[in-house]
Nanobody, 129 residues
Framework: EVQLVESGGGLVQTGGSLRLSCALSGDTLDYYTVAWVRQAPGEEREGISC????????YYKDSVRGRFLIAGDIAKNTVYLQMNSLKPEDTAVYYC??????????????????????WGQGTQVTVSS
């Protein structure tokens, strides 16, 4: 069974950086499309970045493009999200989500969070002003 475990969240000041990790177990990361999704209090889950590990394509929501960087390490079966220049509006629970079928292959977009079958438990990121 595929499992995802996130780590790396925490409290950081505005302008600071954090690196989130998403470790996949139970299968080979290279088969999966992996997205980072966040959910702020009272808000819906929002897809913010995605990597198709086999094709090495990456995608970003406009709100994080240029500040966040997604990368995959096949040897470690782990996807990372490097978050720089953090803002208070980045405060949320961050989840990684994975699917063996890329959402685009199902007629969806990478930020359609309901397309992902596997989810981690989430890690809290809080950015203080």
């Amino acid at each position: 069974e595929v499992q995802l475990v996130e780590s790396g969240g925490g409290l950081v000041q505005t302008g600071g950086s954090l690196r989130l990790s998403c470790a996949l177990s139970g299968d080979t990361l290279d088969y999966y499309t992996v997205a980072w999704v966040r959910q702020a209090p009272g808000e819906e889950r929002e897809g913010i970045s995605c990597i198709t590990t086999s094709a090495r394509s990456t995608y970003y929501k406009d709100s994080v493009r240029g500040r966040f960087l997604i990368a995959g390490d096949i040897a470690k079966n782990t996807v990372y999200l490097q978050m720089n220049s953090l803002k208070p509006e980045d405060t949320a629970v961050y989840y990684c989500a994975a699917d063996i079928k890329a959402p685009t292959s199902k007629g969806a977009t990478w930020y359609d969070v309901w397309e992902y079958d596997y989810w981690g438990q989430g890690t809290q990121v809080t950015v203080s002003s």
